[in-house]
């Protein structure tokens, strides 16, 4: 059974820092490609947020260019996402995306997520 738990989200000031974590299980890690959206409410798109392929490309979306850093550590079947220089407008649910994909790729309706709340 596939499993991605994330974990890491708070509250925090702008400007602060935040490290989301995603413990996954349940197939090949290795062979996985693997990202981060967020969703600001239900009602809104599922954006990417950035990814981390299984051949080591990676890629940001602009407006978290310079701030986040996704890595993945392969023996821990895990992925991170850095978050600095936080602004309120990061404030979301947080998905992170791995193995087989859900039905659509509806990442944000696949995890229970972890929540960013950034205050100004």
């Known amino acids: 059974e596939v499993m991605l738990v994330e974990s890491g989200g708070g509250s925090v000031q702008g400007g602060g820092s935040l490290r989301l974590s995603c413990r996954t299980d349940?197939?090949?890690?290795?062979?996985?490609?693997t990202a981060w959206y967020r969703q600001t409410s239900p009602r809104n798109k599922c954006d990417l947020v950035a990814d981390f392929s299984s051949e080591g490309r990676i890629y940001y979306a602009d407006y978290v260019k310079g701030r986040f850093t996704i890595s993945r550590d392969n023996a821990r079947n895990t992925v991170y996402l850095q978050m600095n220089s936080l602004k309120p407008e990061d404030t979301a649910v947080y998905f992170c995306?791995?193995?087989?994909?859900?039905?659509?790729?509806?990442?944000?309706?696949y995890g229970q997520g972890t929540q960013v709340t950034v205050s100004s």
């Open positions: 995306a791995a193995g087989p994909p859900p039905p659509e790729e509806k990442w944000c309706e």
């Open positions: 349940g197939f090949d890690f290795d062979d996985s490609d």
